[in-house]
């Protein structure tokens, strides 16, 4: 049996899940970012046993078609974000539609409606805050921020970071008093 989880966005999430699953008892076939895929079929009282877990841990069951998409879409972009944004070859409206073997207008649609913002702004925030972790690293020059992240030049990313938090990369490294936000708050 297949349970869709929100807010399950990193391999540490799927660590605490997995952990937290097999206290329980149950023994899972697959885990993957928002999905665990269980051997045994799950009774009504387990997952209501699952679900108060869960929540301990900022992570909540998901039942509805529509949240299952939504929760699809933000898993593919956060993992692109995080993991490997500088191998996107195609468009993001592509690619989504090619991960979730879904129309992309279908896709934005329904984002929009239920998230309150676009798909585009959502991936964009999230390309943001992975520039602010970097930036708050120190590791990498601005240059290579900018090429790891798939933006074309530096000025792009300076242009797109200082629109959407209002300052400039460099401003924003020299202040460091700026906290980032949470994955799951954007």
């Known amino acids: 049996m297949k349970l869709y989880i ?3 966005v990193c ?3 799927k660590m605490v899940v997995k952990s937290e699953l097999e206290k329980l008892g149950l023994k899972l076939l697959s885990i993957n970012l928002g999905e665990v895929e269980t051997m045994e079929p799950i009774s009504d009282v ?3 046993e699952i679900s108060k877990i869960l929540k301990v841990f900022g992570f909540e069951l998901i039942d509805d078609k529509k949240s299952k998409t939504i929760d699809k879409i ?6 692109l974000v995080q993991n490997k944004n500088n191998d996107l070859k195609i468009n993001l409206s592509n690619y989504l539609s ?14 929009s409606e239920v998230e309150n913002t676009t798909i585009e702004k959502y ?14 690293y120190d590791e990498l020059s601005l240059s290579e ?8 030049t530096v000025s792009h990313l300076s242009n797109q970071f ?3 938090t209002g300052f400039s990369p460099t401003y924003f490294k020299n202040i460091k008093t700026i906290k980032r936000k949470q994955i799951e708050d954007l």
């Open 6 to 8: 929100k807010n399950m």
């Open 11 to 13: 391999s540490r999430c």
């Open 98 to 111: 090619q991960e979730l073997h879904q129309d992309y207008n279908i896709l934005s649609n329904l984002f």
């Open 46 to 48: 387990q997952k209501n």
């Open 74 to 79: 933000k898993t593919v972009i956060i993992d």
């Open 123 to 136: 991936f964009i925030n999230q390309k943001i805050e992975k520039v602010k972790e970097l930036i708050m």
């Open 145 to 152: 921020i900018a090429y790891s992240l798939n933006y074309s």
């Open 162 to 164: 200082k629109k959407v």
